[in-house]
């Protein structure tokens, strides 16, 4: 059954490397071998202390199981080639079926570059000079970590699908992801300390951590191989080995409540009342607010943003650096509008009953946006003001008074109208199952909103710094009313002129405009997962390759230099709270600070633009030639 199983794998991974998905699986392989040979220049390299190699390894592999585990719960879902649920009809046990998938679980691009970073367990066994015998055990322990990573990540993904049907299991996965996320975008703050730790060796807790996680089992056998400590190695090659079924068995007990479950469990929602809404936009409002609360989807989103925002701001205390503590409300709001922008596509079919009441299209885009504003506006102001008075930071209030009503203001107008006019079909409510990895994310849209919303501060931001100190202030409030009021107006029109067009392609995933000529429309057509629509969506099946490459590329780096090279230093020259670390104008001479933040900052713009533009810019040619998008 496993070969049969490997074989459909196989068949399908053949038949679907074709245009985009071939490119972005391309991609991946590519980036996963660099970061794989980074580790094993890393096993190949000569170190002023003997267990150096072993400790960032051993930090290495910890972050790449950390990858595999929780990977699923950012990018959503994990693997699905072969679903559980297409042989549940046929007479096979949990067990039975667990093994078979576990074994087709292998076949990929991501397990055969997970093996090439594990080989670093092999080189640093013959660099080290340990032996034979040290150099077979570490053949055998990249297979087993191997074993264990692959069949662990199937474990936790159907724990997260079990455990995020409740609230509670949708707050503990958004803080999980949203602080891994943080984690990574804050490494700078990492950077002094691994610097010391190259010249003097890791401190002895650390070495004693790493090695005891499973994913250092493999390197405390290969030095025991080494030093002979044979008992240890049994030990260490017996616990990967022991992990590996008890990761399996679990997954097979998951797997037989997946496909026998269905449904998330819980008592029923009480209704409120909604006496408070008294007309049309206050209804909507009401409803809104209702599902900020109840859907799994919407909460887990709100508490992802709210950990992210957090935790990004506290990390640099590690360093005694608390440049980002006022900002945490700024972030915080960014965020939300950032995972709010697909009110449409997460309603699906439903737009439907919209369509028969007349008027009904701008009493639901101002209903979204107040309801929006009421979720987002108190907690932003709180963090805002609790950050400013814990740091004593009150010479900021001209920024944040000025960038926190312009934010929210944008936020409210960018989300409603991202959602109309770029919105990404998802299966209807009614129709989801409690597991919310199995509705992934368009880090397209992602991306785009949180440019659109970070672009509507900018007035504010150039008052403040060009003008009279009351300036900011009232731009950042005037700004965020005319824009929270002229971009839901511009949504709305576009919601009442385009209704039918945008029911249809939150059914069938394919809009009429980019249709084959003469291909009959399909109500028919099965429901798009949100995780079938990321980069595709640009339109990059007519680009060349060297095209395709540099729009991925563009976007993928062009938050170095934006960001952490241009923004953040900014940030710390604003507020005079200089921590250098990695920032390149840190290290420069005082009259050449600024103008490198700035040729940073417009670096990152101009990649980030470019790489935009030709992505648009091959969406329209294929709407005008008709080409229907990537499925």
């Not at 670093?120 to 660099?127: F, G, R, S, T």
Request: hydrophobic share 55%; proline share 6%; charged share 10%.
């Amino acid at each position: 059954m496993a070969v049969l199983l490997i074989q459909m794998k196989l068949a399908v991974l053949r038949h679907s490397m074709t245009g985009q998905r071939a490119g972005q699986m391309a991609t991946g392989a590519v980036a996963g071998l660099v970061l794989a040979a980074g580790l094993i220049v890393l096993a190949g390299r000569d170190y002023p202390v003997a267990s150096l190699p072993f400790d960032l390894l051993g930090a290495g592999f910890a972050l790449w199981t950390a990858g595999w585990l929780l990977g699923p719960a950012l990018f959503g879902g994990g693997d699905e080639t072969l679903r559980p649920e297409h042989f549940s009809l046929l007479s096979f046990t949990p067990r039975r079926l667990a093994a078979g998938l576990a074994g087709a679980a292998f076949v990929g691009v991501a397990p055969l570059v997970t093996l090439v970073a594990f080989s670093a367990l092999v080189v640093v066994a013959v660099k080290a000079g340990l032996g034979a015998a040290a150099t077979a055990v570490g053949v055998l322990a990249v297979v087993l970590q191997l074993v264990v990573c692959v069949l662990a990540s199937r474990l936790v993904t159907a724990v997260l699908g079990q455990v995020m049907r409740s609230k509670v299991g949708a707050a503990l996965a958004a803080l999980v992801s949203a602080a891994i996320l943080a984690a990574l975008q804050s490494s700078w703050v990492l950077s002094p300390l691994v610097q010391a730790a190259l010249r003097t060796g890791f401190p002895d807790p650390f070495s004693t951590w790493v090695a005891a996680l499973p994913s250092g089992w493999g390197l405390v056998a290969v030095r025991a191989a080494g030093q002979g400590q044979w008992p240890t190695v049994a030990a260490a090659l017996a616990g990967l080995a022991a992990l590996g079924v008890v990761c399996w068995y679990g997954w097979a007990v998951l797997l037989k409540r997946r496909l026998t479950t269905r449904r998330a469990s819980g008592r029923p929602v009480r209704v409120a009342s909604g006496g408070w809404a008294k007309g049309p936009m206050t209804a909507v409002a009401a409803r809104e607010l209702r599902t900020w609360s109840r859907d799994l989807l919407r909460f887990h989103y709100l508490v992802f943003a709210l950990c992210y925002a957090l935790v990004f701001c506290l990390l640099p205390l590690a360093i005694d650096a608390p440049i980002f503590l006022p900002w945490t409300g700024v972030f915080f709001a960014l965020w939300v509008a950032a995972i709010s922008a697909n009110f449409y596509g997460e309603d699906g079919t439903e737009l439907w009953g919209k369509m028969m009441i007349p008027g009904a299209a701008r009493h639901d885009v101002r209903g979204r946006q107040l309801a929006w504003l009421l979720v987002t506006a108190p907690p932003t102001l709180v963090l805002t003001t609790a950050m400013v008075v814990l740091t004593g930071e009150y010479g900021l209030w001209p920024w944040l008074a000025a960038l926190v009503p312009a934010l929210l203001g944008g936020g409210a107008g960018v989300t409603v109208l991202v959602s109309v006019l770029r919105p990404v079909p998802m299966t209807d409510p009614h129709r989801r199952g409690g597991n919310l990895l199995e509705n992934g994310t368009d880090f397209t849209q992602v991306l785009l909103v949180l440019i659109l919303t970070a672009a509507t501060a900018v007035p504010a931001y150039c008052a403040v710094r060009l003008g009279p100190v009351w300036a900011g202030p009232v731009v950042g409030l005037a700004g965020g009313v005319a824009l929270a009021w002229l971009l839901g107006r511009l949504a709305a029109t576009r919601l009442e002129s385009s209704s039918p067009e945008l029911l249809l392609y939150l059914r069938t995933g394919v809009s009429p405009k980019r249709r084959r000529p003469g291909q009959a429309l399909d109500l028919g057509q099965p429901y798009l997962s949100s995780s079938d629509l990321g980069l595709e969506k640009l339109g990059l099946d007519l680009a060349p390759t060297g095209r395709r490459a540099y729009v991925i590329a563009s976007l993928t780096l062009c938050w170095v230099p934006l960001v952490a090279q241009g923004i953040v230093p900014a940030l710390m020259l604003t507020t005079g709270q200089v921590t250098r670390s990695w920032f390149l104008a840190l290290h420069l001479p005082q009259h050449l600070q600024w103008p490198t933040v700035i040729a940073m900052i417009a670096l990152g713009l101009v990649l980030l633009t470019t790489g935009l533009g030709i992505g648009l810019y091959y969406l329209a040619m294929s709407r005008r030639e008709g080409i229907e998008p990537a499925r």
